[in-house]
C-alpha cells in the first residue's frame, strides 16, 4: 500500500492544478477510490471537491477526514523525474501528499468496514485561495451532512519527521486580503495642481499602516495582529501624466478573530482619515478571508492519544502559527482539531520553489487517521 500511496501521490504531484482549476486531481483520486467501494462518491464538491462516504448503516458519530488539493502559482525547481509538466503551477505545500494520506484512509475503510457511525473523507479543493472549505459547506449536496467531529492534517518543515504537532484554541491565524484603492483625478504632468494626486497619501499609508501590527494590549489587542503590506501601485508610467488613483494591498493577520475585527477598524479609519485629508475618495474591498483555525480540546485529545498509541513524538506547539487554513470553516461548526505532522527538521519550508512533500511521512499520516477511525467505528 506504501507505494501504491507514493505513486498515487507523485502522480498528483506531476499534474498540478491552481486553487479552483483541480478537475483532473478530482478525476486522479476519484478513480483511485471508486474500487474500494464506498457508500456514495459525490464529486464536483464546492468545486472540483471529491467526498466518499462510508457508512456503518447504524447509529454512531459522524466523521470527516479533510485532506486539501490544489496546487500553488510557483515554478518548480526541483529535480524529480515527477516533476510537474505544468509550468508555473506546483505542489509546494504538500497537499499531494495529504491527499494521497488520506487515499490511505479510504483503503484501510474499504477492508475494514465501519460498525457504527459515518465517515466523510472529502479532498478539497480551493484551500489556498481559502475558498474550497466555505464552496464545500455552502454546496447543496453537503446540506444532509453535519459531522461531528473534524480532522485534518498539514506536514510541518522545521518539526522532527512523524511528529504530531497539537495546540488547544487557535492553531492557524485568521487572516484577510485588504485591497485600498485611492482615487483623485489625473491631470497634465505639468499642471499637477488642476488635479489630485494620490501619491502623498499612499505614501503616508504605506509608511502607517504596517504600525498597526502589535501584541498585546499595549496595542489595544488581546493576542498578536500583523498588517504587512504586500502591492501598491501608482497611476501609469506616463511622464505625461500626474496619477489620479492608487491601490494598495495588505495582508492582515491576528490569532483571534475578535482581534482581526480590530485590525480591519484601524486600518479602515487611517484609509479614511488620510483619503479626506488629501480629498481623495476611496473603495476598500477584501479577498480570500480566512477566521482563525480554533481547535477543540475533544478533537486535540482525540488526536494526541492516538499519537501516543503509535508512539509518535507529540509536540505541543506553544503559540499558533502565523499561516491560515481554510480547514477554519469547518472547525466553525464541529468538534474539529487541525494537526500538524513533521515534515523534517531542515526540510525545505512550504511554498519553497525547492520544497517536496516527503514521502516518508506518508505512513505515519495515514497510521494516525487509521488510528482515529478505529476509535470512531468499532
Ligand atoms: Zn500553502
Ligand atoms: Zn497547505
Not at 505542489?91 to 457511525?117: E, M, T, V, Y
Not at 485600498?180 to 499609508?205: C, F, N, V, W, Y
Not at 492582515?252 to 477598524?265: E, G
Not at 461548526?333 to 494537526?339: A, D, E, I, N, Q
Request: hydrophobic share 40%; glycine share 10%; with cysteine.
Amino acid at each position: 500500500m506504501q507505494e501504491t500511496l507514493m505513486n498515487l501521490r507523485r502522480e498528483l504531484h506531476r499534474f498540478p492544478e491552481l486553487s479552483g482549476n483541480e478537475k483532473q486531481t478530482a478525476g486522479r483520486i476519484a478513480k483511485f477510490l471508486k474500487p474500494l467501494k464506498p457508500d456514495l462518491i459525490l464529486e464536483k464538491l464546492g468545486g472540483h471537491g471529491v467526498l466518499a462516504v462510508f457508512s456503518s448503516g447504524q447509529p454512531g458519530p459522524e466523521v470527516l477526514f479533510r485532506a486539501d488539493t490544489d496546487a500553488l502559482p510557483i515554478s518548480e525547481t526541483t529535480n524529480v523525474d515527477y516533476r510537474s509538466v505544468q509550468s508555473g503551477v506546483s505542489h509546494k505545500c504538500g497537499h499531494d501528499g495529504h491527499s494521497a494520506i488520506l487515499a490511505g484512509l479510504a483503503a484501510h475503510i474499504s477492508a475494514n468496514r465501519p460498525q457504527k457511525g459515518k465517515y466523510l473523507l472529502l479532498f478539497q479543493p480551493a484551500e489556498e485561495t481559502g475558498m474550497g472549505a466555505k464552496a464545500v459547506l455552502s454546496d447543496p449536496s453537503f446540506a444532509g451532512f453535519n459531522p461531528d467531529y473534524c480532522f485534518a492534517l498539514h506536514n510541518l518543515p522545521g518539526y522532527t519527521r512523524n511528529s504530531i504537532i497539537v495546540r488547544n484554541g487557535t492553531f492557524a491565524a485568521a487572516s484577510m486580503g485588504m485591497i485600498i484603492r485611492l482615487k483623485g483625478r489625473t491631470s497634465h504632468a505639468s499642471e499637477p495642481d488642476k488635479g489630485q494626486s494620490p501619491a502623498a497619501a499612499m505614501a503616508r499609508l504605506m509608511a502607517s499602516l504596517p504600525k498597526l501590527s502589535g501584541n498585546g494590549p499595549a496595542f489595544g489587542y488581546s493576542d498578536f495582529a500583523l498588517l504587512t503590506l504586500i502591492y501598491g501601485s501608482l497611476g501609469t508610467p506616463a511622464f505625461g501624466t500626474s496619477p489620479g488613483e492608487a491601490v494598495l494591498m495588505a495582508t492582515l493577520r491576528a490569532y483571534l478573530d475578535s482581534d482581526m475585527k480590530l485590525l480591519i477598524d484601524k486600518a479602515l479609519a487611517l484609509v479614511r482619515k488620510m483619503a479626506e485629508t488629501a480629498q481623495l475618495t476611496f473603495d476598500i474591498s477584501y479577498a480570500e478571508e480566512f477566521p482563525a483555525t480554533t481547535n477543540h480540546p475533544d478533537a486535540v485529545k482525540f488526536v494526541t492519544e492516538a499519537a501516543s498509541k503509535l508512539g509518535l513524538p507529540i509536540v505541543e506547539a506553544g503559540l499558533p502559527f502565523r499561516w491560515s487554513e481554510d480547514f477554519a470553516h469547518f472547525a466553525g461548526r464541529s468538534k474539529s482539531t487541525l494537526f500538524g505532522i513533521g515534515a523534517g527538521k531542515t526540510h525545505l519550508p512550504l511554498h519553497d520553489p525547492d520544497y517536496d512533500f516527503p514521502d516518508k511521512i506518508i505512513g505515519a499520516g495515514v497510521s494516525v487517521w487509521q488510528t482515529l477511525y478505529e476509535r470512531f467505528a468499532f
